[in-house]
């Protein structure tokens, strides 16, 4: 990546230099957050396979255990149905579990606790057992894992009422979405983009509601534009903004979105940045059929049918089981594959 397009990640993230901003990895970032959540609220834990004593695969958790002790941050058995089982009882006891599946495709043998039982406990108990949970999964692929060790499970999730599931893009998104996820009554699936844990950035680590700190709800513009709109969550914004920057160099000029919170998704900022495009390219991880990204398109094509001057485009994974690491580069939308999606969109004329 060339340093403009990090030093435009940089600048979107957390402007330019100023007091409380530090330069940390998404790893960093996501540690720091979770060190204040346990500092801050006494009912938080953290719970998961190897997140205690280790500090977790990525070491996201590292050194949490030995600052808050063992009650607060503890390993669990290697049974990802019991973890998530264990954070619904806690949670009905007023804590607030920060429960983490090590890897996205472990997440299969919980499903039934995360739908049946996290989802819907607040309906079911008419608001008198509300589910304050905050999942993390390490998701989607990018670092050549073998297999049940790469997956984008957002659809899955969005899907199910009673969930919200949001993906941070970049260091200082995932302090503050992470911070802010974990202050919410309800369950939140927070999809962290593995492959860029070792990112560095500016992190704005001063309160959320400070000046320039920016809101953590809905979407966000991270590259403004006039031509066409790439829309991308998690890893894929990152891409999203190499191809802006090459398309510039062609005349094109092409805004980023950062959806942020895949559900619920800001279908205001959807709109209002496709109505001055006029055209939109959604690009995921995903397998392409019933992928988010048709649930973005029909949004757009909702409020903006008057003003698109083509059809929404979808550059995505393919409809296959999510390869293991030596087949990712052909899997995971590239450069030229959101290119030639752009492309397509750009060169449509109506019959």
């Known amino acids: 990546m060339s340093n403009a397009i990090l030093e435009s990640e940089a600048a979107m993230a957390g402007g330019t230099p100023r007091q409380g901003v530090e330069q940390l990895s998404m790893q960093q970032a996501l540690n720091r957050a979770l060190d204040e959540v346990l500092t801050e609220n006494p009912k938080a834990v953290i719970l998961g396979e190897d997140c205690g004593r280790l500090g977790g695969v990525f070491r996201i958790t590292d050194g949490l255990q030995s600052k808050h002790g063992e009650n607060r941050v503890f390993d669990t058995p290697l049974a990802e149905s019991g973890i998530l089982g264990m954070s619904v009882g806690l949670a009905m006891a007023g804590f607030h579990p920060i429960p983490e ?30 589910m304050p949970i905050t999942l993390r999964v390490p998701s989607f692929g990018g670092i050549r894992a073998p297999e049940h060790h790469g997956e984008s499970l957002e659809a899955l999730f ?10 941070p893009s970049n260091p200082h998104e995932a302090y503050h ?97 496709v109505r001055k495009t006029r055209r939109a390219v959604v690009v995921h991880e995903a397998p392409l059929t019933s992928g988010l990204g048709a649930e973005v398109a029909q949004l757009i094509t909702h409020g903006c049918f008057d003003t698109l001057k083509a059809p929404v485009e979808r550059v995505t994974g393919f409809d296959v089981p999510y390869p293991s690491g030596d087949l990712e580069d052909e899997y995971i939308p590239n450069i030229d594959r959101i290119l030639f999606g752009m492309q397509r969109v750009l060169e449509y004329r109506r019959g």
């Open 158 to 167: 969005a899907h199910v009422p009673g969930l919200k599931v949001v993906s």
């Open 101 to 130: 599946v090590q890897f996205d495709g472990f997440a299969y043998p919980a499903i039934n606790q995360i739908v049946c039982q996290i989802a819907r406990m607040n309906y079911r108990s008419r608001g008198t057992l509300p």
């Open 177 to 273: 979405l992470l911070k802010y996820a974990a202050t919410r009554p309800d369950p939140v699936i927070f999809m962290e983009p593995k492959s860029r844990y070792w990112q560095k950035g500016d992190v704005d680590v001063s309160a959320a509601d400070a000046p320039g700190a920016g809101s953590p709800t809905g979407a966000k513009v991270m590259r403004e534009g006039r031509h066409l709109t790439l829309i991308a969550w998690g890893a894929m914004v990152s891409r999203c903004l190499q191809v802006a920057e090459l398309a510039a160099e062609d005349g094109i000029d092409v805004e980023v979105l950062d959806l942020r919170w895949l559900k619920p998704i800001d279908a205001d900022a959807l709109v209002t940045s």
